[in-house]
């Protein structure tokens, strides 16, 4: 019964890796790589491409209205943003709801004052791999991925912190 609990285990692991990724820190694909750009509109109404942050640290934080872990963490998120905003980070909301209107609502509704772009056609989402909510990537300066976070759970923020410092000052 040990060995069938053991084997069964084993094969969760590998079934089912999104489900384990709850851990913000698992590696992903895309860390070491040179970040895929992309054009979103905005909630401003303008697009927004990624390669104009070039010489930022930028963190792309994807998101859906019925994310409840996004909507916790998104206060959170904008005042790490706020801080550090004037010393070279960005931070771009990628929402994937297929209604732009209820994203808008909830990124107002929060007070949220990063940019909030539109994935409506989940083709970034593709680019990133995106598989679960939210997920949120840190880009260094020379726009490559440094930093993949699957999930959210209170207290992530303390090691995007940590990660941004250390990416504005390289």
Not at 43 to 58: C, F, H, I, Q
Not at 73 to 89: A, N, Q
Not at 118 to 124: G, S
Not at 149 to 156: A, F, N, R, T, V
Request: charged share 25%; proline share 4%.
């Amino acid at each position: 019964m040990k060995r069938m609990k053991v084997v069964l285990l084993g094969v969760l692991l590998v079934a089912m890796p999104g489900f384990f990724a709850g851990s913000s820190f698992a590696s992903s694909g895309l860390t070491g790589q040179e970040a895929p750009d992309f054009v979103l509109k905005s909630a401003s109404g303008t697009n927004m491409r990624l390669s104009e942050y070039r010489g930022n640290v930028v963190m792309i934080n994807f998101w859906a209205t019925w994310c409840g872990p996004c909507r916790q963490e998104m206060p959170l998120l904008d005042d790490l943003y706020s801080r550090y905003e004037r010393v070279g980070f960005s931070l771009l909301g990628v929402n994937i709801d297929d209604d732009s209107s209820r994203a808008m609502q909830m990124a107002e509704e929060l007070g949220v004052s990063f940019p909030v772009l539109f994935d409506e056609r989940k083709e970034v989402s593709k680019l990133y791999q995106v598989e679960a909510m939210p997920v949120t990537v840190l880009v260094d300066r020379e726009g490559k991925v440094r930093h993949v976070h699957l999930g959210y759970k209170p207290g992530y923020e303390e090691k995007y912190l940590t990660e941004i410092r250390s990416l504005l000052r390289e």
